[in-house]
């Protein structure tokens, strides 16, 4: 059963936004002041996912969040949702796997 075009982004987009707010809550008790939890969610968006790309766990990580987020974008079905939201929290940490290569 198809939702209505507003409602599932709506949906989408306030899920993504808790999990992202969880994540940087997360950050932000490891870190010591809020540019370092800032600084921890930009690098492992970035530098972790760039060191985990010749990885091919974390390469295969990044595909299947990919795949999982983009079926959520295009079908809008109720279990959509949650594979999108799944794919968006693998690919935070598919960052943090990234970024655990480097230490």
């Known amino acids: 059963m198809k939702m209505a075009y507003k ?9 993504s936004l808790f999990i992202l707010g969880l ?5 932000l008790v490891q870190a010591s002041d809020l540019a370092g939890a ?3 969610v930009l690098l492992t968006i970035t530098l972790g996912i ?3 790309a010749s990885m091919p766990g974390i390469l295969l990580c990044v ?7 983009g079926y959520g974008l295009f ?6 949702l949650m ?6 929290a693998l690919f935070f940490l598919a960052g943090m796997m990234g970024l655990g ?3």
Do not use: E, N, P
């Not at 994540?23 to 950050?27: A, C, D, P, R, Y």
């Not at 079908?75 to 959509?80: D, F, I, Q």
């Not at 594979?83 to 968006?88: E, V």
């Open 83 to 88: 594979l999108f939201w799944s794919g968006f």
């Open 50 to 52: 760039w060191l985990g």
């Open 38 to 40: 800032v600084t921890a």
């Open 63 to 69: 595909m299947t969040s990919s795949c999982l987020m």
């Open 75 to 80: 079908v809008r079905k109720r279990y959509a």
């Open 23 to 27: 994540f940087f809550l997360w950050s």
């Open 7 to 15: 409602v599932y982004y709506r949906r989408l987009i306030a899920g």
């Open 101 to 103: 290569t480097r230490y």
